[in-house]
Structure formats: structure tokens, C-alpha cells
């Protein structure tokens, strides 16, 4: 099984960690207040988790997931993510995260942000339309009817490929939205942020987006 780095240990975080024990993967997770903040949750996990450092993290990890505050974006290590695949959860909230020109004129999404900053990974844009409880609560098996899809973005095939196989073996369909830029289709107000929808819904949702500039 997959080792998987996990920086950011808030809401989604800790269930993609849960998810990813459950599922037989090893999990290195790091916040920015150090190891020993991540105690009870590693406990919880039990053996096959350990917390760490970004550094450490982003080192271990085979695929990594970026779960932290936009404005951390700056402070994800660039040197051991080189080569790997690395999953962006972010959305933007400007009254959470300060206004980001590039964002405000949708010039750019918060995926492509990270992989600007982290130029020689494969980013995938995933897990960013769904509520933290809803990662374990919606999972169901392949096959299930009217299961909960999820969707993802990304550049590289391979990458995409990657993180397609470990959110099926999490309990979701996967709907491929393209490449990063296209990932502005599933940020918040749109259509297909939050709800519960089967892979064709999702479809259908992405389709219905539009920029905020254009409402």
C-alpha cells in the first residue's frame, strides 16, 4: 500500500488520514504547530500513522495531500515534493484568506497556485467540494447505486490516474473535470460545491459553472 503525506491536520485533513488507515495505507501527517500538537489524533489512528514535520511529510509521502490554509501555500516544502504526486484541497474565501488578485479575477485557481509554487510535482485538484464528516459518512463501495462522486482536475495523466484509484478505493466515483485551470468548475457557489451528486449529476453540475465574473 501507498505511504501518504498528509500537511494539514484540521477537518479534512484528519479524514483523509482516517480514510487512508481504514483503507490499509501508511499516513505521515504534519501541522504547522509541530508533531506533539497531533498526539490524541495519531493515537486514534493507531500504528500505521505517525506525525511529523512538513518536511518529514512531504518526504515520506508517496502521494501527498496539501490541506492547509490558502496562505500557507508558501510555506509547503518544494524539494522533497519533486516528482510527486501532490493533492491541492483549497478553496478560496476571501474573507477567510485576504483578497488574492489572481484568484478575484480568475486569472487563475488555487490549484494552479500551488503548482506554480511547486513547479517540478503533478498537482490534482480533489476533495475540495465535499464536507469533512461527508469523506466518511458518503463512502460506499464501487458498484453501489447512486454513489457520491467527486471530482478532480489536474495536468498530468498519470497523476490523475493516481488519485482516481485511491478516491475509488476511498468510496467515490470520480469525475475528471481536466486539466488544473478547469478547476474553477467545482470552487464554492458553484452548482456542484457541497452537495451529494452521482457522477452524472456532477456532470451535469460542472457544465451549469460559471465565472464569478459572469454572474
Known amino acids: 500500500m501507498t505511504t501518504i503525506g498528509i500537511i494539514g491536520a484540521g477537518n479534512i485533513g484528519s479524514q483523509l488520514a482516517r480514510l487512508a488507515v481504514q483503507h490499509g495505507h501508511e499516513v505521515v501527517i504534519a501541522n ?57 484541497t483549497n478553496n478560496y474565501y476571501p474573507q477567510r484568506d485576504g483578497h488574492i488578485a489572481a484568484l478575484d479575477d480568475e486569472t487563475t485557481t488555487t490549484a494552479e497556485l500551488l503548482q506554480a509554487h511547486l513547479p517540478a510535482s503533478h498537482v490534482v485538484k480533489a476533495f475540495n467540494h465535499i464536507g469533512a464528516a461527508d469523506l466518511t459518512g458518503h463512502a460506499s463501495p464501487a458498484g453501489t447505486a447512486d454513489r457520491r462522486a467527486l471530482v478532480i482536475a489536474g495536468d498530468d495523466e498519470g497523476a490523475k490516474q493516481a488519485v482516481t484509484a485511491l478516491i475509488d478505493a476511498f468510496g467515490f466515483d470520480v469525475v475528471d473535470a481536466g486539466p488544473l485551470a478547469e478547476g474553477w468548475r467545482i470552487q464554492r457557489d458553484t452548482p456542484g460545491y457541497g452537495p451529494r451528486l452521482t ?17
Open 32 to 88: 504547522s504547530r509541530g508533531p506533539e500538537t497531533l498526539t490524541d489524533l495519531v493515537d486514534e489512528l493507531g500504528p500505521s500513522a505517525r506525525a511529523a514535520t512538513r518536511d518529514e511529510a512531504a518526504a515520506a509521502g508517496e502521494v501527498v495531500i496539501v490541506t492547509t490554509p490558502l496562505a500557507a501555500i508558501e510555506t509547503i516544502p518544494v524539494e522533497p515534493l519533486t516528482g510527486k504526486v501532490v493533492i491541492d
Open 199 to 215: 457522477a452524472d449529476e456532477l456532470r451535469e453540475a460542472l457544465a451549469a459553472a460559471k465565472r464569478y465574473r459572469d454572474q
